[in-house]
């Protein structure tokens, strides 16, 4: 503890000086504080998230920013962890002849960790069933005709280029917990070449981290033992063995966003999981800047970036420290910048929650349980937005958010950034994800409208090479550190775009709305329809 207190006030008395001269210079100090290797990369329910949370909640009593947690500034989260042993467990491809094709696990085939307890042993058929997303609204069902029962689901990446990012990453989301409604045993997601984001090698280090989900079962997607796994696209083409298919046609269909074949396949798969499980909690941190308008004040825009990283894993170049500078310390002292700057601007009509959420690398567990469970009422919440590593890496010409065009926050974002000379484009790789990677998409799911910012860039591009090159590189490795090459001055532009939307929507008369005939359009207790 003494050590603790020594380490933040350490840190506080280098960013103090910075405040008001250097917004740049005051937001570095933040990211450098976060992901100096003292944090030992802030993983969830550790000492380490501890200090980094001390430091946060020292920099909000700094900027004048009043406690709105549960405890003090404190939400706390009970989580339970599973480690998956893959050196231990046992993955095999049977055929109708007895023929077995062995899979290596944590080599060939690495099984998941995170989103519920894991079976401790499968032996299901195996069914191919395409893009598998269940989008019967959009025209697009591969879930149609299909007796998924008592079956592992095989995926591939990917989607129709006609269904926009948002709905497919949704779908994609929200896949495992249909299929276990079906009776579905598990899932096996397989991505083609041309899209994989971490390069294998890498994947087969980040599956030994522990995997997290929230104790309280009944706020689970899934609620019993259902199976995750994914496949190296080098080794894919064994489970198309005897179909009459091969996983390098249907890669190129699924990169083309062409129609994909739907058929069993003649195999089943068997398994043993070795798992351990343990409880732990974690916090999630809240402050709040009261509204100036009586009417207005008890209605809340939540600022939200997460604070956990991914701790001390398995080494890289000799470095074994997971700093996430990127991912998410620059977030997280791009909300305590933005905090700065409305605190000392003129007063907003409505109220803003400052989070800081724990446990997103593990599955948004933090922000989901908030999202649920919020330390205001929940109808209180007209909107949610999320700084997640946003890429400051050329400069900000400009800027765009998963799923902006299901809302009228999408309006205020292309307002604002018209007013600072900035371009909003649409997302240049909509079947990444991103809409449902980080933490806005929790609030989502309740029906709140959210954003989430990043640097744009358009496709064949030096600024998407240098995306590119990052997410393959130093994405979720210790190379994500103090000594890339920030951007700082561009990063504090984003923040203020930031503010500026918040500006608006804290002080227009009406909550943002869903656009009309968008699927994450829910009733909201209390304060009526978010349409």
């Not at 299909?146 to 990446?157: M, P, R």
């Not at 104790?215 to 005897?242: C, N, S």
């Amino acid at each position: 503890m003494l050590r603790r207190s020594l380490l933040l006030s350490a840190f506080l008395s280098l960013c103090l000086p910075a405040w008001a001269a250097d917004p740049a210079a005051q937001w570095w100090a933040d990211v450098s504080a976060l992901a100096h290797d003292d944090m030992k990369g802030r993983l969830t329910g550790t000492a380490d998230y501890l200090r980094a949370a001390d430091y946060v909640i020292g920099r909000l009593k700094a900027e004048g920013i009043k406690s709105a947690g549960t405890d003090g500034y404190l939400q706390q989260v009970s989580l339970e962890q599973q480690v998956v042993d893959q050196a231990a467990s046992r993955a095999d491809l049977v055929a109708a002849n007895g023929a077995v094709t062995p899979l290596k696990v944590g080599d060939d085939i690495l099984f998941s960790a995170g989103g519920g307890p894991r079976p401790a042993t499968i032996d299901a058929s195996l069914v191919f069933i395409g893009y598998g997303l269940h989008l019967p609204g959009q025209g697009h069902d591969d879930f149609a005709g299909q007796d998924l029962k008592g079956k592992i689901v095989v995926v591939l990446s990917g989607g129709p280029a006609d269904i926009s990012g948002a709905i497919k990453s949704n779908a994609r989301f929200e896949r495992s917990e249909a299929l276990s409604k079906l009776g579905a045993l598990g899932v096996i997601s397989l991505t083609t070449p041309k899209q994989v984001e971490i390069l294998w090698e890498r994947q087969k280090l980040l599956v030994r981290q522990p995997g997290m989900y929230l104790a309280d079962g009944t706020l689970r997607d899934i609620k019993g033992p259902f199976f995750g796994a994914t496949v190296d696209p080098a080794q894919a083409e064994r489970l198309f063995k005897g179909s009459g298919h091969s996983f390098v046609a249907l890669a190129a269909l699924a990169d083309a966003s062409k129609p994909l074949p739907r058929f069993a396949l003649p195999l089943r798969f068997k398994a043993s999981i070795a798992a351990t499980r343990s409880q732990l909690s974690s916090p999630n941190i809240v402050g709040v800047l009261e509204g100036s308008d009586p009417k207005l004040r008890s209605q809340y825009i939540t600022l939200s970036a997460h604070l956990d990283h991914l701790g001390v894993g398995a080494a890289i170049k000799g470095d074994t420290i997971y700093n996430g500078a990127m991912d998410n310390a620059t977030g997280v002292a791009s909300v305590l910048d933005i905090a700065r700057r409305l605190k000392s601007g003129a007063p907003l009509k409505r109220s803003v929650l400052f989070l800081f959420f724990t446990a997103e690398e593990k599955g948004l567990l933090g922000s989901s349980y908030f999202a649920r469970r919020p330390t205001v009422p929940k109808g209180s919440i007209v909107a949610n937005m999320n700084l997640d590593m946003a890429l400051p890496l050329w400069p900000l010409k400009s800027v765009f958010s998963p799923g902006q065009e299901e809302s009228t926050l999408g309006e205020d974002m292309r307002a604002a950034a018209a007013a600072m000379g900035v371009a909003v484009m649409t997302d240049p790789m909509p079947d990444r994800n991103s809409f449902t990677r980080a933490d806005q998409y929790s609030f989502v799911r309740e029906g709140i409208p959210a954003l989430f910012f990043k640097f744009g860039f358009a496709r064949d591009t030096p600024e998407a090479k240098v995306e590119r090159d990052w997410r393959a590189n130093q994405y979720h490795s210790p190379s994500d550190d103090l000594d890339q090459p920030i951007l700082k001055d561009e990063a504090v532009k984003l923040n203020a775009l930031a503010a500026a939307i918040i500006r608006r929507v804290g002080d227009a008369q009406g909550r943002p709305q869903w656009v009309a005939g968008s699927i994450f359009a829910k009733d909201l207790p209390a304060t009526g329809k978010a349409k």
